[in-house]
């Protein structure tokens, strides 16, 4: 049987380690591998102090810091159960965040909460249970190995389509998985991740964080938030690490290219990226002209285009399925007429099969939806005596796509899927064409059919593509058009209120509540003077956001720089005392 994670910590290099930074220029905490035994047997005995048991189901708002990422582990080790779940942040309302983790308590028997920071002035019926001090250790420092099939954790699906479901993590799957990860991609200890993911995301967990550990490597780790401030300032922290791994979804190339337009050439030449040989791109249908010219763009700083690994996984396998190779990504045109990117092989562990909506097995290059059958697939989702798999053992995951040349392209999910005329499209294919337009935000494009009807939802970011609406909404069917071969009527373009278009917690579009909102009339559309307001609101957050930033970014130089003047004067004066004499008498 493979090791478990915690016997390949106790295994692992003891200088290196996870390095969790409060932002990109700070000098981040050091968790190293030699250190993390103690700590992680000290947390469990911390919480066994609290009246913790093995089996104990702990609600655990997973924020990225040194304690709560320890405490997961210390949890771990106990034996008691953490149900991983996306903490409090501001944008959220506290009303909406309080009944989201009621919710999962009462659907899940759930008693305990972790106290995370942000909880603080949130009122939440649960025993709460205090984080551990950075001081806790264990003087014996043997962790334990977890039967394969012992629970670890809950991790939960994106929630797209509805309330996000429990999907328990076995020792067995987990280990199973991080084990195809490090084995397909190559890791060794030599290597240095980066990854600013969310940890209560698969893909930040498992991928950017758990995956780095059981290499046994460096993984440099920071908030969210961070690249959502500064997106350029994310490579220059890859360059700076002479980063060799990365876990992104499509939106951190959409969202960085952006910025990188205005970049003036001098910055950009201070970026270094030749070490990255593998960038895990996955989670959301990927932007195929945006990644062209991103690794054009970035190509004269050292990225190769090879260095690109797009993926495909779910949390019910744990995370990752298929991967792209060392030979790199290429682009054919799918059944449908549209460009269609390959995500791999799919790992060998795992058995596919893709089936038309009769249930005929397809073909190669014949659309039908992807199922799963082996490796580290979940039984059934958690606390739910449903299967999971079918009676042969395969798993229907939604998604659609084909297979040429052994390699897995993905076209979208069924839930997604328009059809005209007989024929499927996906709302992600209308979607991208809309957002290169200028006048556009990004991300922030809903497709849905309604009535019979293809219906855009956008938001603009001027006030000038609204004051010539016609003609705006004419751009945009013209977009479909000639990349789709689609016609949409003007009049089913709307350009909408911000604040409306509902996502799930890593980002997904929620497109069934979107269609909802819009047969139900509950879609606002904008005008100039109502977008003017709105772009001023959002001005005034960033403008608050940002000033916090750049204070903490401040306050973190002053302090390095205290320290280095300080260590400066020290050092003057040692040799002085070192050197000093009593006067003879």
Sequence with gaps: MSESLFARICKADPQRGVYVYEDFADPPVPLLYGELPARIAGCAEHFRKQGVKPGDKVLFPFETSEAVLVSFLGLLELGALPLSVKPYILSTPKQAYQGFLSRIAERHGVSLLLDVPSLKGLELPMQRVALPSSEVRAQTARLREPAPDELAFVQFSSGSTAFPKGVPITWGNLTANLRMITTQGGFSSSDRGCSWLPLYHDMGLVGGLMACVYGGCDIHISQPQN???DPVGWLEFMSRQRSTLAVIPNFAIDYTLKYLLDVDAEELERLDLSALRGVYLGSEPINIPNLERFTALLGARGLR?????????????????SCVGAQGWRVVTAPHGLPAISLGALLSEFEVRLRTEEGRVCGERELGEIELRGG??????YADERQLRGEDGFYPT???GFLEGGELFITGRINDRIKINGQSYFSSDFEQAIERLPFIRPGRTVVIQAQGRVVVLAEVHSAEALERRTQSQQQVCTAILESAGVT?????????RYGQIQKTSSGKLQRRVMTEAYEQGRIRVATPMELRADLLRVQAQRLFYGSLFEARRRSSQWLQSGRMVLGAVLQR???????????PR
């Design 227 to 229: 690249f959502l401030l």
């Design 305 to 321: 285009r090879n260095a690109i690994w797009p993926c495909y996984g779910m949390a019910e396998a744990v995370l990752m399925v």
């Design 376 to 381: 580290s697939l979940a039984a059934s989702y």
């Design 398 to 400: 939604g998604d659609l």
């Design 488 to 496: 949409v009527a003007p009049q089913d373009v709307l350009f909408i």
């Design 573 to 583: 004066l040692r040799p002085r005392v070192w050197r000093s004499t009593r006067p």
